[in-house]
């Protein structure tokens, strides 16, 4: 009947050639939320700048009179577009995979400039 232990002859080369420990972990999922975040980054950045944009040119476009409807909608055009950019970030922060890796003042420009896009929209007065 044989052991079912392994021989020890090999354990002083084993204990020589010791690995780290974080070699030895098993590798957990989370262990990639770095990368995720750089992943997940681009889209919201890039969204938030596209509202930042369109907040913009609802702000600089300014009607030259009561009759200007052109600029009135131009105005309304771009603020809705702020909010829509400003909605898909919200949107995606929702996702429970998204807010797992990115927390919530990821999304705090985005909602700032939705909501600046709102009371701009409001006080167009078209």
């Known amino acids: 009947m044989q052991s079912s232990k392994p021989s020890h002859t090999g354990d002083k080369q084993k204990s020589s050639q010791s690995r780290h420990p974080v070699d030895d972990r098993p590798h957990h999922p989370d262990d990639d939320r770095r990368l995720l975040r750089v992943i997940l980054a681009v889209p919201v950045v890039l969204l938030t700048l596209a509202s930042a944009f369109f907040l913009w040119l609802a702000i600089i476009?300014?009607?030259?009179?009561?009759?200007?409807?052109?600029?009135?909608?131009?105005?309304?055009?771009?603020?809705?577009?702020?909010?829509?950019?400003?909605?898909?970030?919200?949107?995606?922060?929702?996702?429970?995979s998204v807010r797992r890796v990115m927390r919530w003042p990821w999304t705090v420009p985005a909602v700032m400039l939705g909501v600046a896009a709102v009371v701009r929209w409001v006080s167009s007065g078209s």
Do not use: F, H, K
Not at 66 to 90: K, T
């Open 61 to 96: 476009t300014r009607p030259d009179g009561d009759w200007d409807q052109a600029a009135y909608g131009g105005i309304e055009l771009a603020c809705g577009l702020a909010v829509v950019s400003a909605g898909a970030v919200g949107a995606l922060w929702l996702a429970p």
